[in-house]
């Protein structure tokens, strides 16, 4: 299986800033890696695949980069609602793994 | 607009069994593969498995495959889990999500809570 190592697992921020989140894979998965966020009480929201394609309706301060093993999603100049829990996942194969996620808090 | 909700989750005993649910609404659920995914309550995220758009094919996480089986009925647009010789590991937040062709889970539900104890 891939394991997808992410980090920070923590992150404080204050709104106006930037911040990156990252997750590496065991082995290599070509571009193919998904990023989620999750916030209370509201569906799991996908915001990036393959690597850096955003999901229609994905604001674009969002940005994710990266290939092989090593990959970042970026928030550029933070808004109050981008708060909540980040989730980095290899959809390049089987089994489909994600990584240990990311609380981003103020 | 895509909507799934899950139901079926509860208390159920160490050693049960478990159907959970899954209906979908607002795009054509028979063209699409379908995964559930759990997340533990230490947040921990875990891919269950997914299904063939037309239920012929299924694929499962190695450490699930024996107990875990995922079908769905297209004509009712609904997913099912059934869990069978449920244990304590198997507490968690139940996850009805559509799979993107390339793989990625772009619509998820709302979760259906199971917790397994005696």
């Known amino acids: 299986d891939v394991q997808m190592t992410q980090s920070p697992s923590n992150l404080a921020a204050s709104p106006g800033e930037s911040v990156s989140i990252n997750c590496k894979a065991s082995?290599?998965?070509?571009?193919?890696v998904a990023w989620y966020q999750q916030k209370p009480g509201k569906a799991n929201k996908l915001l990036i695949y393959?690597?850096?394609t955003l999901q229609s309706g994905t604001p674009s301060r969002f940005s994710g980069s990266g290939s092989g093993t090593d990959f970042t999603l970026t928030i550029r100049n933070l808004e109050p609602e981008d708060f909540g829990l980040y989730y980095c996942?290899?959809?390049?194969?089987?089994?489909?793994?994600f990584g240990g996620g990311t609380k981003l808090e103020l | 607009e895509v909507q799934l909700v899950e139901s079926g989750g509860g208390l159920v005993k160490p050693g049960a069994s478990l159907k959970l649910s899954c209906v979908a609404s607002?795009?054509?659920?028979?063209?699409?593969?379908m995964s559930w995914v759990r997340q533990t309550p230490g947040k921990t995220m875990e891919w269950i498995g997914d299904?063939?758009?037309?239920?012929?094919?299924?694929h499962y996480a190695p450490s699930l495959k024996n107990r875990f089986t995922i079908s769905r009925d297209n004509a009712k647009s609904t997913l099912y889990l059934q869990m069978s010789n449920v244990r304590s590991e198997d507490t968690a937040t139940y996850y009805c999500?559509?799979?993107?062709?390339?793989?990625?889970?772009?619509?998820w539900g709302p979760g259906t809570m199971v917790t397994v104890s005696s």
């Open positions: 299904i063939k758009y037309d239920g012929s094919y299924t």
């Open positions: 393959s690597g850096s």
């Open positions: 082995k290599s998965i070509s571009k193919y």
């Open positions: 999500t559509r799979t993107n062709p390339y793989w990625y889970f772009d619509f």
């Open positions: 996942q290899q959809h390049n194969e089987y089994p489909r793994t």
């Open positions: 607002g795009f054509t659920f028979s063209d699409y593969w």
